[in-house]
């Protein structure tokens, strides 16, 4: 539970230091709704703001604050334009039971992390990277510790695929191809609805430089060994 609060507090500072602006939580006029999509359940924490009876924006059904340890569950996205001419994203959240539900902005809420998982997709990772030839684990790992915060996901896929098209030892190209199936499949499905907007992708960057920090100090304590 302390870990779990850890990272909500965490991701709540990472919005803050990027000054991503909160929108205002007082009723206002009716916002209006520009596109609307489904989204997949997905587990969130609510770290601030209000819950929203509509899309609309018009009238509060929860304060967030009320809810720090709640687990919510992503159902729909609507894009919608404020009363102050600003666009902001909403989800349609719920509960587990279905009482505390409504609109919130997106960017008060912080994914749940699955901490379980994510140290088997670590050690799958590194498992990969030491199974190839000693010249290709050195150039993985050299694309692996050039992330910065300026790198995206795809630009580490494209860059992991340049390397494969050029090798030619057919173990390596197929246990390469693992690696970039790995990191598409369960690495994007965690991060990658943060790059609709430029403030969430930088949360999508510190996720994905963490993991690549942990891979490679797990395949340093490895390599040791």
Known sequence: MKKRFLIIALFAGLFTAFGVSTPAAA????????????LSKKPYHAVSGYLYTSAHLTKKAHNADNYPFTVFYTYKSD????????????YYVRNSNGKVKGWIW?????????????LSQINQLVDLIDSTSTKTQGQIESLLKSVNNDTTLPTLINN??????????NSDIAKL?????????DVSNGINFLYSTTQTLHSANSNLMTLISSVLKLSQITNIH
């Open 27 to 38: 009723k206002s006029k009716s916002a209006k709704v520009l596109s609307s999509r489904t």
């Open 79 to 90: 894009t919608v334009r404020k009363a102050n001419g600003n666009k902001a994203v909403y």
């Open 106 to 118: 997106r960017g008060h809420l912080v994914r749940v992390v699955d901490t379980q998982k994510q």
């Open 160 to 169: 992991l695929t340049e390397l494969q098209n050029h090798l030619t030892n």
């Open 177 to 185: 191809g693992q690696i970039i199936s790995l990191i598409q499949s």
